[in-house]
């Protein structure tokens, strides 16, 4: 039986995503939690014929606890979108709080939960989580996600114009690092089956990919940013984490994690000299049991990247920390 959780389930993620854990099979109850809306979000979705059994929660009368009572997998898209000419950064002011105050309510009602941080800025938001659940004696590095998988979904999908592969999701990219600008590593010279990419059309590639959350905020013009493709991305992601809890084998997926907390983690963030970063993991019942090192396979290109990844990352890395342990 799989207790899956939405928190920020009315807005423009939550909604789409909520509504694809409604209709998998794979969840037996679905809870959702939001300030605003979701006894109607709740209502809505209760009439799809589907397997799931939908509970929803305002915080009065302790929805936050009601919600996540019993949860297997906590997903938390909850917190502001950024609007053209912001960084996710920008978000942090915000959204740190909002994913601060949540963690501590699953540290309390759901300890034992898989918890998918897909709020920004992600890089600061899941130290954020880690440190929230190690001050209250629950962390486990197995369990705790950040979430993304959107940016491996964008390289499938970029690639996909140079490639022209029919489905593009039977090319495997490996996409470490963080979650935002420079700090997110495509690796296409890793991509299965191999890609031929000509010279001229690498570097734009790249940094489309690096950049695909700009383009969409862009498009929408203040209305927000991703949330239909991130519903797909997360969906996809917490798929792949209840197919490994319950048994299924050779499931890897790139995911943010704490890398010392993990099987080979530890030797990665040495190498690296940071402790959260996004590799390559395989999932099983226990969530993230193994960190691949594919740092070795990287190409000399790749390494320059690299080098950027970790000096944008370490900041953003050490103000989540920071927020936690000296709250402004
Ligand atoms: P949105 O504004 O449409 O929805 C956010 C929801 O969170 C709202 O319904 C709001 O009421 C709710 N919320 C606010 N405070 C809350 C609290 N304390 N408890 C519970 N719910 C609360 O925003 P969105 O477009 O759904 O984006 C949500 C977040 O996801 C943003 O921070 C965005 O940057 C991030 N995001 C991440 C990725 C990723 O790849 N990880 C991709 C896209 C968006
Ligand atoms: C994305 O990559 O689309 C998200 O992180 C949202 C954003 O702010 O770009």
Known sequence: MVKAVVLGASGGIGQPLSLLLKASPLVDELSLYDVVNTPGVTADLSHISSIAKITGYLPADDGLKKALTGADVVLIPAGIPRKPGMTRDDLFKINAGIVRDLVKGIAEYSPKAFILV??????STVPIAAEVMMQAGKFDPKRLFGVT??????AETFVQD??????????VIPVIGGHSGETIVPLFSLAKPAVEIPAE?????????????????????????????MAYAGFRFAEKVIKAANGEKGI???????LPGVTGGDAIAKEIGIDYFSVPVELGPSGAEKATNILPDVNDE????????????KGS????????????
């Open 149 to 154: 998988t959107l940016d491996v979904v964008r």
């Open 252 to 258: 890897v997926e790139p995911t943010f994690v704490y």
């Open 302 to 313: 790749e390494k320059k990247l690299l080098e950027a990844c970790k000096t944008g990352l």
């Open 317 to 328: 890395i050490e103000k989540g920390v920071e927020f936690v342990h000296n709250p402004p």
């Open 118 to 123: 897909i709020s920004n800025p992600v890089n």
């Open 162 to 171: 140079i490639t022209g592969e029919n489905d593009p999701s039977k090319t």
């Open 201 to 229: 059309k690498l570097a734009p590639l790249i940094k489309r990919v690096q950049f695909g959350g700009d383009e969409v905020v862009e498009a929408k013009g203040g209305a927000g940013s991703a949330t239909l493709s």
